[in-house]
C-alpha cells in the first residue's frame, strides 16, 4: 500500500461525511430560499454554490493530504498577499450595500476578508507555535501576545474599514480561543480582555457607522421589552423572529412539500416577501431553514454542526504539536462563531451583523475557506502519528 493511498483512507469520514451533508442541505436551503422569487430565482444561486463546492474539493483534498508541517511555509505569503487585496479594495473593489468588500473576476466575485481569516490562522499558528524556536527572547509570552496581537490588529483594522462587521468579529474570539491554546498565562488574558470590554464602548460611538447603530439599539431594546420601529431597523429581526416562531415542530415544508399539499394556499414569510430576498440565501439562511423545517429540521442541523466540532475538538487532542493544535483550535474558532452568530442574530440573541453561515449559507468564496480549514483539520489527523521533523516530501 503506498504512503498516499493510505493517507486517503486515514481521513477522518466523520468529519468529512457530516461537512458533506451540510453542504448538500445548503444547496437545498439556497434553492428553498430563492424559489418563488423572479428577483434572485433566475440566477440559479444554487448552481452556483455547486461550482464553487466543486472548487473547493481538490483544495479540501489536496490541504488533508499534505502534511500541515508544509502548510505552515505558506503562513507568511499568505498573510501579505491577504493583506495586499485588503488594501487594493478601496481602488478595485465593487461596493455593494454600502460595503466595499469585493473583488471581481470575470463574473465571479472574492471576498479578501475571508481569505485574511485563512491566513490569519496560519500565521498565528506559526507565531505561537514556532516561533520560540527561532530564539530564547520568543519564549517571553508578552512579546509572542503582542506580536499575535499586531498581526490580528492590522487585517482587522482593514475589514472594519469597509466596512464589514461582521467578518471583523471573528478576529477577535479566534485570536482569543488561540492565545488561550497556546498557554499564554491566563492573567495576561485576562487584562486583554478587559481591555475589550473598556475598548467597546469607544468602538460603539466612534468606530461603527450611523447604519450600524441601530442594530444593537434593537437588540436592547428587544431585551427590555421596549417598543421597536417594526418597519424600519427592526423590520428584519421582527420578520425572522415571526418566520421561525409561526413554523412549529415540523415546519410549513417546501411548495409542494408534503405539509403543504394538505394547504396549497399556505406561504412562508420569504415567499409573501416579507423577508429580504437576497440576505435570505446567505447572512438569513436560519429563517428560511427554520420557518421550512421548524423545530425538528432545525435541531438537527444544529447537531451536525455540533458533531463536526466535537470531532475537530477530538482530533485537536491528537495533534502531534503545538502548532497541529492551533491550527484545529484556528478553524474550529471560526466555524463556531460564525454558526453561533448567523443562528443568534435570526433568533435575536446577537445583533445583525451580515455573518454567513458554515456550508449553507450561499458564498463562493466562504465555502472554499470553510472546505480549506476543514482540510487543515483532517491534515493535522492523518499526520497525528507521524514524527517531528520526518516530512520528507509534501505527499510522502
Given at each position: 500500500m503506498s504512503p498516499l493511498f493510505r493517507k486517503i483512507?486515514?481521513?477522518?469520514?466523520?468529519?468529512?461525511?457530516?461537512?458533506?451533508?451540510?453542504?448538500?442541505?445548503?444547496?437545498?436551503?439556497?434553492?428553498?430560499?430563492a424559489y418563488g422569487d423572479p428577483a434572485v430565482e433566475d440566477?440559479?444561486?444554487?448552481?452556483?454554490?455547486?461550482?464553487?463546492?466543486?472548487?473547493?474539493?481538490?483544495?479540501?483534498?489536496?490541504?488533508?493530504l499534505v502534511d500541515?508541517?508544509?502548510?505552515?511555509?505558506?503562513?507568511?505569503?499568505?498573510?501579505?498577499?491577504?493583506?495586499?487585496?485588503?488594501l487594493a479594495l478601496p481602488f478595485i473593489g465593487k461596493t455593494l450595500n454600502g460595503a466595499t468588500s469585493w473583488i471581481m473576476i470575470g463574473s465571479n466575485s472574492i471576498q479578501p476578508s475571508q481569505i485574511a481569516l485563512i491566513s490569519g490562522v496560519l500565521v498565528l499558528s506559526v507565531t505561537l507555535g514556532e516561533l520560540h524556536r527561532l530564539h530564547p527572547v520568543f519564549r517571553n509570552h508578552m512579546l509572542r501576545m503582542a506580536i499575535s496581537l499586531g498581526l490580528v490588529a492590522i487585517?482587522?483594522?482593514?475589514?472594519?474599514?469597509?466596512?464589514?462587521?461582521?467578518?471583523?468579529?471573528?478576529?477577535?474570539?479566534?485570536?482569543?480561543?488561540m492565545l488561550l491554546v497556546a498557554n499564554i498565562p491566563f492573567r495576561y488574558l485576562t487584562v486583554l480582555t478587559l481591555l475589550a470590554l473598556i475598548a467597546m464602548p469607544l468602538v460603539y460611538w466612534f468606530g461603527l457607522k450611523p447604519h450600524q447603530k441601530?442594530?444593537?439599539?434593537?437588540?436592547?431594546?428587544?431585551?427590555?421589552?421596549?417598543?421597536?420601529?417594526?418597519?424600519?431597523?427592526?423590520?428584519s429581526s421582527v420578520r425572522l423572529m415571526m418566520a421561525i416562531g409561526s413554523a412549529g415542530w415540523e415546519g410549513?415544508?417546501?411548495?409542494?412539500?408534503?405539509?403543504k399539499a394538505k394547504n396549497p394556499d399556505a406561504k412562508t414569510m420569504s415567499e409573501l416577501g416579507l423577508v429580504d430576498s437576497e440576505p435570505d440565501l446567505s447572512d438569513f439562511i436560519f429563517g428560511t431553514i427554520g420557518e421550512e423545517h421548524g423545530f425538528r429540521g432545525s435541531?438537527?442541523?444544529?447537531?451536525?454542526?455540533?458533531?463536526?466540532?466535537?470531532?475537530?475538538?477530538?482530533?485537536?487532542?491528537?495533534?502531534?504539536?503545538?502548532?497541529?493544535?492551533?491550527?484545529?483550535?484556528?478553524?474550529?474558532?471560526?466555524?463556531?462563531?460564525?454558526?453561533?452568530m448567523n443562528i443568534g442574530m435570526c433568533i435575536q440573541i446577537v445583533p445583525i451583523t451580515g455573518v454567513p453561515l458554515p456550508f449553507v449559507s450561499y458564498g463562493g468564496t466562504f465555502v472554499v475557506t470553510c472546505m480549506f480549514l476543514m482540510g487543515l483539520v483532517e491534515s493535522v489527523w492523518i499526520?497525528?502519528?507521524?514524527?517531528?521533523?520526518s516530512e520528507k516530501s509534501i505527499f510522502y
Open positions: 483512507l486515514g481521513i477522518n469520514w466523520v468529519v468529512a461525511i457530516t461537512m458533506t451533508g451540510l453542504m448538500i442541505f445548503g444547496i437545498f436551503a439556497i434553492y428553498s430560499a440566477q440559479e444561486f444554487w448552481r452556483k454554490q455547486i461550482k464553487w463546492i466543486i472548487v473547493g474539493t481538490p483544495i479540501f483534498l489536496i490541504t488533508s500541515y508541517r508544509w502548510i505552515r511555509y505558506l503562513a507568511l505569503p499568505a498573510y501579505l498577499g491577504a493583506m495586499g487585496l485588503l487585517p482587522m483594522a482593514l475589514v472594519l474599514k469597509e466596512p464589514d462587521v461582521g467578518s471583523a468579529s471573528v478576529w477577535g474570539p479566534r485570536t482569543a480561543f441601530p442594530r444593537i439599539q434593537v437588540l436592547i431594546q428587544a431585551l427590555k421589552g421596549e417598543e421597536r420601529d417594526t418597519r424600519g431597523d427592526a423590520f410549513k415544508g417546501h411548495k409542494g412539500s408534503r405539509i435541531m438537527i442541523m444544529i447537531t451536525a454542526f455540533l458533531l463536526l466540532l466535537l470531532q475537530c475538538l477530538y482530533i485537536g487532542f491528537y495533534s502531534r504539536d503545538q502548532t497541529g493544535r492551533l491550527l484545529v483550535t484556528g478553524a474550529v474558532s471560526i466555524l463556531f462563531w460564525h454558526v453561533f499526520h497525528r502519528n507521524e514524527e517531528i521533523g
